[in-house]
């Protein structure tokens, strides 16, 4: 017999089991998880790493056998000492929970460490071989150091002994201006101090009120792997490839190798070295300057030396002169000779040539003769020629009056009126300047002449004596004259007879 009190499976009615709605057992797997893992340390590798323009920071833990998502929220990840990357062995610090819009657990991490020196030189040497892979180390992208920098931008931090170990060796060697911009040389601020600190000193304006350095040093005293760690960030080393200014890396003792080391423009292995790098040592430059200058004035004194002893040479081997000239002399004193017989042979050739030429009846009357047969042969072809000329000027003049209309021609004979007036005009502006130019041109040559006879000479006191009409210019002369006549400026004088 069936018990009449056991319970019939199929009433549902007698099922006291608890029902939950979905948001509540997922709010009580979030307080469970939550509640057990508020705070863990996991050890894995970085798989996906996703970063949207939110700013968070969404990736995977994961090891050999199973995945665990994580996010790090924007106001952690800007806080982050090392940038995640993926495939970094990492220990990640934060808590558990759940996501219910998609039923999956989560972890939130609040910090991110490497999983030891392993794990950073891993990541080191992973940056670096993608750095490299750009171009970013090439030795083509290195520029020369300035020989002496006027002004040194020094990027390190103000309070530690790096800066005054910069400040005297530059002070021993050459003293230079110094701008220091002060930053972290580790920590969480480090990389974007830095980066901004190089970035900074390539924009400031040349000669401004605050100079753009020649030079940029960029030093830091030794430390641990992690102590550095800011100097291997991807930011620093893109921000030292990209410095216009020439830039010495000087991080760490000389054992001590970092990113912007690769990137610089030259690596010192220590901060003392840099400065240097960076100048000359004055005592030695003005040493050389001497030297070079005791150097140039040796060099010029020989030269001058060498040159004066050629040119007397040279001067031993040239001719005197009265050699050079003594051929032209007597070419000269031969040709005085030969001058006067040269001048009567040609004057006699003149002569005869005048003898020849002159005019003789006979070759006058043969000449005529030859003129007049001439004419005659001219004059019986003129009358042909001026019919030929009147008839063929008739024709033309016929033909030229048939196009010919009378107020054409009035009118061309008014344009060639005011033209013949216009050319008129001119010839008389022309002609009456020209007579006015040679009338004076005259009137000065007048005066010339009268500047340059005899008569103003008289009126400055002197006297022409004559006898006769012959001029008496000697004692001599005067003395056998019959009668002297003495003309002044004003008038003459007859002088009576000397017999």
């Known amino acids: 017999m069936m018990d009449l009190f056991e319970d019939d499976p199929t009433d549902k009615s007698a099922d006291n089991t608890p029902e939950f709605s979905v948001s509540e057992i997922s709010g009580a797997v979030k307080k469970t998880i939550e509640g057990g893992f508020a705070h863990i340390r996991v050890r894995g590798e970085l798989g996906r790493i996703s970063r949207p323009s939110s700013g968070h920071i969404y990736l995977d833990l994961k090891d050999d056998r199973s995945v665990l998502s994580g996010i790090i929220w ?252 003594d051929g032209p002399r007597q070419r000269l004193d031969y040709l005085s000779d030969r001058l006067p017989a040269a001048l009567r042979q040609a004057a006699a050739q003149k002569r005869l040539q005048l003898s020849d030429a002159a005019l003789r009846p006979a070759i006058l009357q043969r000449r005529l003769a030859e003129d007049r047969r001439r004419l005659a042969a001219l004059s019986d072809r003129l009358a042909p020629a001026l019919q030929r000329r009147s008839r063929d000027a008739a024709l033309t003049l016929d033909r030229a009056g048939r196009g010919l209309r009378p107020d054409l021609l009035r009118t061309r004979l008014d344009r060639q009126a005011e033209r013949l007036g216009s050319v008129l005009a001119r010839l008389s502006d022309r002609a009456t300047r020209q007579q006015a130019e040679r009338t004076a041109r005259l009137a000065a040559l007048d005066r010339l002449r009268e500047t340059l006879g005899y008569m103003e000479t008289l009126k400055r006191g002197y006297a022409v004596v004559r006898a006769g009409d012959v001029l008496v210019t000697d004692t001599v002369a005067a003395a056998n004259a019959d009668h002297l006549e003495i003309q002044f400026a004003d008038g003459r004088i007859a002088v009576g007879s000397r017999r």
């Open 74 to 325: 924007k106001g952690r990840a800007t806080a982050l000492t090392h940038r995640p990357e993926e495939g970094m062995e990492v220990i990640a610090t934060g808590k558990l929970t759940t996501f219910p819009g998609q039923s999956k657990y989560q972890m939130i991490i609040e910090d991110i460490q490497p999983a030891g020196a392993g794990a950073l030189m891993a990541m080191l040497e992973k940056r670096r071989v993608m750095l490299a892979g750009e171009g970013l180390f090439d030795a083509a992208r290195k520029k020369p150091l300035p020989y002496l920098p006027e002004i040194i931008g020094v990027v390190t931090s103000p309070s530690g002994a790096v800066i005054r170990d910069i400040l005297h060796r530059l002070r021993d060697r050459f003293p230079r201006k110094v701008l220091v911009w002060p930053v972290a040389v580790q920590g969480q601020k480090c990389a974007a101090e830095v980066a901004a600190a190089i970035d900074g000193f390539n924009r400031l304006t040349p000669g401004g009120a605050l100079p753009r350095p020649d030079l940029i040093i960029v030093a830091r005293g030794g430390g641990s792997l992690e102590d550095l760690w800011g100097f291997n960030e991807e930011i620093v080393v893109r921000a030292a490839a990209a410095s216009d200014i020439p830039l010495i890396s000087a991080v760490g003792h000389e054992t001590d190798t970092t990113l912007i080391d690769f990137a610089a423009d030259i690596r010192a292995p220590t901060p003392t070295a840099a400065a240097e790098l960076a100048v000359p040592v004055r005592i030695e430059l003005l040493a050389f300057v001497d030297q070079q200058g005791a150097r140039l004035v040796r060099a010029l004194s020989n030269a001058v030396q060498t040159r004066r002893q050629r040119l007397r040479d040279l001067a031993r081997a040239l001719p005197q002169v009265d050699t050079l000239v």
